[in-house]
């Protein structure tokens, strides 16, 4: 059998150290969602409901830049959208149903498929995507709570540039995705259409305005590859 | 209930439904690969989106200040392959840094 004791071993060491190292940023996120004027509970439900941290930090986002909180839900949802991708590929692994499948679903997210979708095999697949997915969601809520104490108690947030971190954030969750040209061509669009439109739309518009660049981008590539591989 | 927590529920609602589907749809239902491209590109194109707005957007008006300074330094950090915790704390820090100093 290739599900050893040390393969498991191995998985729920790399699991509980991808949750400690997610978890501790969830401090970050707790701070932003406090100093972007949520309560410590409305900050804390974000993490343990929600549970996916780019839409987090996308709600918390625009409310921070004077959006309603409609148009940071809206620009929620399109981020977690790529969370269904990642249940496609992982349910062959996993195969889970009923209450277990409703259950495995909210630790659904970057981390736990990244892992889970590296093992082929079924009941190593599924160990790697609890112990992953079971470690970020508790140190992630745990240390999400802290840090909106912390945030609460530090005053105005510009004065420890907390609205800088936020920008940060988003830079960190980019650029793992950036990997190759025509991301960063989809990038540079993006972040230049959200620009433009910032004078003219209320706030919170030009980022849900900015998801057009992917569709169109997503239409485009059937042409643009068959040019620049007739190229190279 | 306020809007925010509003807000809030439909959010968790959605992406809870989102996680959900994806476990339990047949594989081919979303597997075309328009849908497939643009749920990979759409993530891109909103981070990159909110990166900008958050570093010089205020309400409805242009600003270069400390944050573009410290999304700089964030990027270097990036670049040197800094882990997602340091980043923002160092970008935290040149704002903070900068503003203390008068020079933003």
């Given at each position: ?5 040390d393969d498991r071993?191995?998985l729920?060491?790399q699991?509980l150290a ?6 501790l940023?969830?401090?970050s996120?707790?701070?932003?969602g ?5 309560t410590?509970l409305?900050?804390c ?5 929600v549970?996916?941290?780019?839409s987090?930090f ?15 839900a809206?620009?929620g949802?399109?981020?977690?959208a790529?969370n ?6 992982l349910?062959?692994?996993?195969r889970?149903?009923g ?8 630790l659904?997210?970057d981390?736990?498929?990244a892992v889970?979708t590296a093992q ?6 599924r ?9 970020v969601f ?5 240390m ?8 609460t108690?530090?005053?105005d947030?510009?004065t420890?540039?907390?609205?800088a971190?936020v920008?940060?954030a ?12 025509s991301?960063?061509?989809v990038?540079v ?8 439109l ?11 305005a ?9 239409l485009?590539?059937?042409?643009t590859?068959?040019t620049?591989?007739?190229?190279s | 209930?306020?809007?925010?927590w509003?807000?809030?529920?439909v959010?968790?609602g959605?992406?809870?439904?989102l996680k ?6 047949p ?9 497939r491209?643009?749920?990979l ?7 990159a989106?909110?990166v900008?707005?958050q570093?010089?957007?205020?309400g409805t008006?242009?600003?270069v ?5 410290a999304?700089a ?8 392959r800094?882990g997602?915790?340091v980043v923002?704390?160092?970008?935290a ?5 900068l503003?203390a100093?008068?020079?933003?």
């Amino acid at each position: 059998m290739q599900d050893t004791t040390d393969d498991r071993r191995a998985l729920v060491r790399q699991g509980l150290a991808i949750g400690v190292a997610t978890g501790l940023y969830g401090t970050s996120f707790g701070a932003v969602g406090v100093a972007s004027g949520l309560t410590v509970l409305q900050t804390c439900a974000l993490s343990s409901l929600v549970f996916t941290g780019a839409s987090q930090f996308a709600f918390v986002g625009v409310l921070a830049a004077g959006g309603s909180p409609w148009s940071g839900a809206a620009t929620g949802l399109m981020l977690g959208a790529r969370n269904t991708l990642y249940g496609l590929g992982l349910a062959g692994r996993l195969r889970w149903r009923g209450v277990r499948r409703a259950s495995a679903a909210q630790l659904v997210i970057d981390e736990s498929s990244a892992v889970a979708t590296a093992q082929d095999d079924p009941p190593l697949a599924r160990l790697g995507f609890l112990v992953t997915g079971g470690s970020v969601f508790v140190l992630w809520n745990l240390m999400t709570f802290v840090g909106a104490l912390a945030g609460t108690a530090l005053g105005d947030p510009r004065t420890y540039g907390l609205d800088a971190a936020v920008a940060a954030a988003f830079l960190a969750l980019l650029w793992p995705r950036l990997a190759d040209g025509s991301t960063v061509a989809v990038a540079v669009a993006a972040a230049a259409l959200a620009l433009a439109l910032v004078p003219f739309t209320p706030a919170g518009v030009p980022v849900l305005a900015a998801a057009s660049v992917a569709v169109v981008a997503a239409l485009l590539p059937a042409r643009t590859r068959e040019t620049t591989g007739a190229a190279s | 209930m306020s809007t925010t927590w509003a807000a809030i529920l439909v959010l968790a609602g959605g992406c809870y439904a989102l996680k959900l589907a994806g476990l339990s749809l047949p594989s081919g239902v979303l597997e075309r690969p328009l849908v497939r491209r643009i749920a990979l590109t759409l993530p891109v194109a909103l981070l990159a989106a909110l990166v900008a707005v958050q570093a010089v957007a205020d309400g409805t008006r242009l600003v270069v200040d400390a944050r573009l300074a410290a999304l700089a330094v964030a990027a270097v950090a990036l670049a040197l392959r800094a882990g997602f915790l340091v980043v923002v704390v160092l970008a935290a820090a040149t704002a903070a840094g900068l503003r203390a100093a008068g020079l933003a």
